[in-house]
């Protein structure tokens, strides 16, 4: 199963562009990158480049893709596709392929910008296993979460890494509402300090501290912190990805 990332960003399509296919620029918002390095290239060939990601401190995993883009199309969409592979052992994605899309409104008013993409990991029954339970959705979520970033950066000028920053600080408030919400549930022996109070302090107390614990949990995140939540993870319609993919061979 593919994973499929929508979002609907106002920004205008060259700012757009340029944002998604510079690797300085790119490797500043998506998640899933930490170093992006085009490589030299023939005229009319398609774009080669090396990609690292940072896993733990100390080990990073690194790869190499090749990309080729349609900026000027006539229904005035613009289309990327690339396909990739990783030797590297500990790297769960063997090879894989995706494409980008670009989608003016036609009110001019912004860009609906979605992405597609599948790959096929190693490891054999263990890495399959692996990949379904756990690093597909992490993966998934961690594209949405970029594209939420990206977002953000284009439309309120909140740069990548302040909104790293303000998601990290929203996650460490939420973390401590929880973890003092948790326990004061299980401080029922200190209620008879409430003298006569005591009896409507262990109804209501309990139900506070739950109210408070599921706002902690479920409450929107603010309007400056990213979110994978606000990105479209299904299709609406059928979509098919772009013939220029087929042109691309798997890089080795």
């Known amino acids: 199963m593919g994973l499929y990332i929508e979002a609907r960003i106002r920004a205008d399509l060259d700012d757009l562009w340029t944002r998604t296919q510079e690797p300085s620029q790119h490797q500043r918002w998506d998640l899933r990158f930490t170093r992006i390095t085009h490589l030299p290239r023939a005229d009319g060939e398609p774009q080669r480049f090396r990609y690292a990601t940072r896993v733990l ?93 990206l977002r953000l950066w284009l439309e309120r000028g909140i740069t990548p890494e302040r909104a790293l920053r303000n998601w990290l600080a929203e996650l460490l408030v939420r973390t401590l509402v929880v973890i003092v919400g948790a326990a004061g549930l299980g401080l029922e022996r200190f209620l008879h300090l409430f003298g006569p109070l005591a009896a409507s302090m262990a109804y209501v107390s309990p139900l506070l501290l739950a109210v408070v614990i599921s706002l902690a949990l479920f409450t929107s995140p603010l309007p400056g912190t990213p979110a994978a939540r606000r990105c479209l993870r299904r299709p609406a319609t059928r979509v098919r990805a772009p013939r220029v993919l087929r042109t691309l061979e798997t890089p080795r």
């Open 57 to 149: 401190p100390g080990l990073t995993v690194a790869g190499t893709g090749v990309s080729a883009g349609e900026r000027e199309r006539p229904d005035g969409t613009r289309t990327s596709a690339l396909r990739f592979s990783s030797p590297h052992p500990l790297s769960l994605l063997a090879e894989g392929s995706g494409y980008w899309r670009y989608l003016p409104d036609g009110d001019g008013d912004g860009v609906t910008f979605l992405t597609g993409y599948d790959y096929r990991p190693r490891w054999g029954r263990v890495g399959a296993v692996t990949d379904r339970l756990l690093f597909r959705p992490v993966i998934g979520w961690a594209t949405a979460w970029s594209f939420d970033r």
